[in-house]
């Protein structure tokens, strides 16, 4: 089965404090996507990333991606109540017949406290 | 700004009733998904369409079908509504070529079936 394993779950912390969110997998990915929804709406599209061990910056959220294209992460600095909500990561399988079907993880709830 | 738009973003229907929800963007994108939300069980893949009148099964096409008869236009029909197709129901579309399968949501449609 092709997973996309998010941790943690759930995450309530308070306001200024740090976190990181992972999303692992045994497959490959040619790409993965981080997306966040807010309650009610649909998700909305942070970053991608592509190559092997990249690093983007989105202000205060840090994405990478592993050497092996196999598992990601999102670190928030100083998180504020702004960033609440679900945060999901996606990706495409290598060698998946580039159909642009997408494995989402489960997501990850976020709750920052003011 | 990239646009993906739903007809409806609340709809209470009875059980039995033809449900209708109806997709449109504006990118000129070649993929559609249509996928369904629910607490613990991430989202899932209805059926998606990378052209006009092409469309594919995805992991749980019981009880719906699809219309793709414009590019922009992605329909979702549920022939016969049961109370278990309550859910949130988003829509998203995406290139065809890669390699970035980004994909962009609607903003949901929270589906009630009494």
């Known amino acids: 089965t092709q997973l996309l394993e998010q941790s943690p779950q759930f995450l309530s912390i308070q306001e200024g404090e740090n976190l990181t969110v992972y999303c692992n997998s045994s497959s490959v990915f040619s790409s993965l996507q981080w997306y966040r929804q807010e309650p009610g709406e649909g998700p909305v599209l942070l970053v991608t990333?592509?190559?092997?061990?990249e690093v983007k910056k989105l202000k205060r959220l840090t994405f990478q991606f592993g050497d092996a294209r196999k598992d990601s992460s999102l670190h928030i600095t100083a998180a504020q109540p702004g960033d609440t909500g679900l945060y999901l990561c996606?990706?495409?399988?290598?060698?998946?017949?580039?159909?642009?079907?997408?494995?989402f993880g489960q997501g990850t709830t976020l709750q920052v406290k003011p | 700004d990239v646009k993906v738009t739903q007809s409806s973003r609340y709809l209470v229907k009875r059980t039995g009733e033809k449900v209708f929800l109806e997709c449109v963007q504006d990118?000129?994108?070649?993929?559609m998904f249509w996928y369904r939300q629910d607490p613990g069980l991430g989202l899932r893949l209805i059926y998606f369409s990378y052209d006009v009148k092409m469309k594919e099964k995805g992991d749980i096409p019981e009880g719906y079908s699809v219309s793709r008869e414009k590019k922009e236009r992605f329909s979702l029909i549920l022939e016969s509504a049961s109370t278990n197709q309550t859910s949130m129901y988003l829509c998203?579309?995406?290139?065809?070529?890669?390699?970035?399968?980004?994909?962009?949501f609607g903003p949901g449609t929270r589906l009630t079936v009494t």
């Open positions: 990118m000129d994108h070649e993929n």
């Open positions: 998203a579309s995406s290139l065809l070529g890669g390699p970035l399968y980004e994909q962009y």
């Open positions: 996606a990706g495409d399988i290598e060698r998946s017949g580039n159909t642009g079907k997408l494995i």
């Open positions: 990333v592509v190559t092997g061990g």
